[in-house]
């Protein structure tokens, strides 16, 4: 197929898939433009255009799937999940469970997702780590087109509730839309490699759980999905000169998570580095460090997350979102610190005692 | 039994049904006494009339979407009894394998699906109702809820998505008049049929007591739906006997008032008397509320406005009615009887 931007390349699964399958249709608020190259191929019946109701149209997506199609439901953003939480939490995810694995709910809720564009955090929360908590979800969170187009079709064809997120910095057409508005005045830091790249044609399914190894490093392992993948790539390349060789690995699925990439990752070179764009609390980097200690790996470990509400003012934007220059700062504490037991890094704001104090005994697998 | 039918009113076999359902929720009700059934039970008991006389309208590939009274319209549409009884004894070949409970019970071969979340039967039958519309044409779906949840944002959405996406659903509202253990009419504001002719749809009301009335009504809503007409809804007036669910806090000082009751004098009286405080007058409003929701529940149970079963079976001639009951009892017998039995096999295997 070759090179495409990662919203073509998420449009060219859907059309791919859609053309397979005529159970396949899509609802959400102004999919009628979004999503009108679909729509003027596969017709309107099959791209529908929803009212600013996100708690009746994705429950009504999770009971269609229950009835024999397959809806992807766009939640545009998925911070306005809020409003919707009970179709995800209490439907979706519980069919399986409750029915005794006798029913399931094929459905597709797709949403952008991320920051990097000024538009504070009522329209640019992470959320996959709150989301990946939920038994019964699959989280999906690509970093690149290949992988954008694979997810898809794998959540087009999977039995069970999928949530795939796109990220806004690398879906050119979202970023234009709420960030750029026609305007040639603005710009933003798109990592090239997640916003375009070679997409192979027919486009194969991933499996869910894989994640991927982005760069082999001997010192420390950065793990990280999404646009922080691009972000751990760069202070990689800068990490180089300073004798730091950093590896980075792109976990892809938040649930299921691939824990024997991370304790790999955490064996080769015994510090793992955690970039989330999400939430530090309770989430995806707390998950992750649960797993080092579940598997006895005794890799140290550090966290460079979002701790506070995510500012609007593009430069206050930066510095709360995990970017380059933190991810190598916190790096190069781990590397320099030879005590490797030690809980380090970007973990505030905890203070390190309170940390320390907390001993938790979690079983091993 | 002979199944209703959805052509003409057959006063036997939904009479038939409604003693189906009304043996079937008591034999619920006994197992939860005995402490055989985990967590809440809430029994549709005075609901008889509304599942039986709306699900007779249901064929083969109509969708069905139920709220936290879950068994009535179940049993209506024919779900396996003994497998639902097992489900709620915890028995793992029950209805979900002992997963769901009865506010989570799933048939897909029925396409039947209930929810414990206060108003998602709405929104659920209009995505069971856009597969039809895709798939199944001429086959629709039925939403059940209660007066309370016409509160709820995501049952107000659904209506109006129902009718932006012309979609076959019958929404059927059973106006007890309790929202959990507040008086609806305390919370809610305008007339719910009102809200939903607002919404541009045919809207029936009837009393939900009388099968003959919940029936026609249904019908013509529901053949609306069929011909592609887009979405009805029914306001059927019922009763509520047994509470929000079994032993909920009005219906223990109902049944217990001198025990009970003393338990929740003591600490109100002493509450009221607590300083510091609000003033007075607001203290003296704080306790009529509680009053008020006893008394209303007292007298309520004292008038039983009518029961369904006992109207539907005066439809019949004398005596037909007592021997469709009995039959109906008997199935519900045999079912908890057999689910009793494969329960304690099923034990004993699982302890050898």
Redesign the interface.
Known sequence: MGELTYAQAIEHALAQAMADDE?I?ILGEDVHLLRQGLAARFGH?RV?P??I?E???????????????R?VVEIMMVDFIG??F??LL??AA??E???????HAPLVVRAACGGWYGDGGQHEQALWGMLAGIPGLTVLVPSTPADAAGLMLAALRAEGPVVFLEHKLLSDYWLDYLGGGGRENVSFDVPAAGARGWVDEPIAPIAFGLAARRRKGKDISIVSLGVGVHRAMQAAEELAPLGIDAGVIDLRCVAPLDRDAIVEAATATGRVLVVDEDYVRGGLSGEIAAVLAEERTGASFARVAVTDTLPYARHLEDDALPNVRKIVAAAERMVHDRARTRTTGNVWPYPQDKLTAQSTVLPGR | MRAPSADRFDARALFGEMARIRHFEQALAELWREGRICGEMHLGIGEEAIAAGVVAHLREGDGLAVDHRSTPPLVARGVDLEAMLLEMLGCEDGLCRARGGHMHLFSAEHLAASSGIVGAGAPMACGFALAAQRLRPGAVSVGFFGDGAMNQGMLLEALNLAQAWRLPVLFVCKDNRWAITTRSRTVTRGEIITRARAFGMPSERVDGLDVRAVFKAAGKLIEHARRGHGPGFLLARCVRTEGHFLGDPVLRVLDAPLREGQALAGPLLEAVRAQPGARGRSRARALARVSGVLGAAALERMRRRGDALGRAGRLLPAGEAARIERKAASEVRGALARALTHLELSLESDGG
Request: hydrophobic share 50%; proline share 5%.
């Open positions: 159970r249709v019946e529908r929803a009212p109701s708690a009746a149209f994705l429950t009504a997506g999770v009971g269609a799937a229950m009835a024999g199609l809806p409003v919707a009970d179709a209490n439907h519980k069919l469970g409750f029915s005794g694995g006798r029913w």
